[in-house]
């Protein structure tokens, strides 16, 4: 088991529940990786849908993932302008070997730095508001999706 | 608000996440609908990847439902023997307007005498197990997915 890599999804409150579940429906087949949920403050979170979903584990305990996923949904509003929520994926980023975003997530991972001088992309219906989180990012505004280099 | 139909949708151990979430994510957007999340007991429902959902609600407090979703999962193997949970289900399903199952979700309502004389099929991967829990039901073969009358 100690040679398993960890997928660390990030849950937060407004998330969106496909954003998360549709990859981690195929993500939990991949061999010799696990999945683990993580959030700011652990316990119950909140999806757009105001569904509940446990994420056993606190943000503040994650120093770095084989595979973060950062998903989208309202929630990116208020939480691109959380200080110490980015502060965090920073981090967080920096020390993981590959990072991934689904549409708004965009937005935190571009607020973080974590994108500069990538090529990214993101939900074309709030395209606007996120490329303004990162002007030093090579943003694609007709790709699905984009992926560019390790890490 | 008292106009407002409602989306009825079953938790049980071992859902498997993709089947609920999916249709959850464009079914939260039909206009006069809102959805609910049951359980046979209600709290904390752990689908088949271990992930836990809440379930607000118990199953014993519906009685009908004007489009109940059924999903499939690995739970559906010992839950389509649970006496308790299939009388219920049988019940509910005579009570509502639109029955929905996805993957072996029908294996669930064939057992519970829902699929009587419809059309109906299942995940080919499980189709042989779903189908003998409904010798009068008019299995498809090869349908991704059936429509068969109103209730």
Redesign the interface.
Known sequence: MSDEKEIAVILFDGF???YV??P??LL?FVPHYH?E?YAPSPG?VSSS?G????A?RSLADLESADLLLVPGGKGTRALVNDQDFIGRLHLLGKNSATVVSVCTGAALLAQAGLLSGYRATTNKRAYHWVTGFGPDVSWQPSARWVQDRSR
């Open positions: 969106e529940l496909l579940f549709g981690v429906e939990q999945l949920f119950k849908q569904i509940e979903v446990i056993p």
